[in-house]
Nanobody, 126 residues
Framework: QVKLVESGGGSVQAGGSLRLSCAAS????????MGWFRQAPGKEREGVAA????????YYADSVKGRFTISQDNAKTTVYLEMNSLKAEDTAMYYCAASGWQRRTTPLGRNEYVYWGQGTQVTVSS
């Protein structure tokens, strides 16, 4: 059974930092990608960052490049999203997601992901 549990969200002032964590069950170890997505009220869910499980290659949305960093621990039990220089427009519910094991070509594409966590809220005040 796949289980993804996010933590680390909260409220922070603009310019601040947060670190999100996603505890992933063993069944995600073979996932091709692990990703972080976000959804603000009234907007579609968008890909923020993704990591290739097999080699650690990372991918970022243009809006977060240079500010966010995705990583995974060596045991692949936890995926992190380090968020720096936060802006009010980063306010959203953040979701951890896991793709299937087959090779994928769109790391930030929502449809590439099969399993989703419940989300953790990030609120940035200006």
């Amino acid at each position: 059974q796949v289980k993804l549990v996010e933590s680390g969200g909260g409220s922070v002032q603009a310019g601040g930092s947060l670190r999100l964590s996603c505890a992933a069950s063993r069944s995600t170890y073979s996932s091709y990608y692990m990703g972080w997505f976000r959804q603000a009220p009234g907007k579609e869910r968008e890909g923020v960052a993704a990591i290739y499980r097999g080699g650690g290659n990372t991918y970022y949305a243009d809006s977060v490049k240079g500010r966010f960093t995705i990583s995974q621990d060596n045991a692949k039990t936890t995926v992190y999203l380090e968020m720096n220089s936060l802006k009010a427009e980063d306010t959203a519910m953040y979701y951890c997601a896991a793709s299937g094991w087959q090779r994928r070509t769109t790391p930030l594409g929502r449809n590439e992901y099969v399993y989703w966590g419940q989300g953790t809220q990030v609120t940035v005040s200006s």
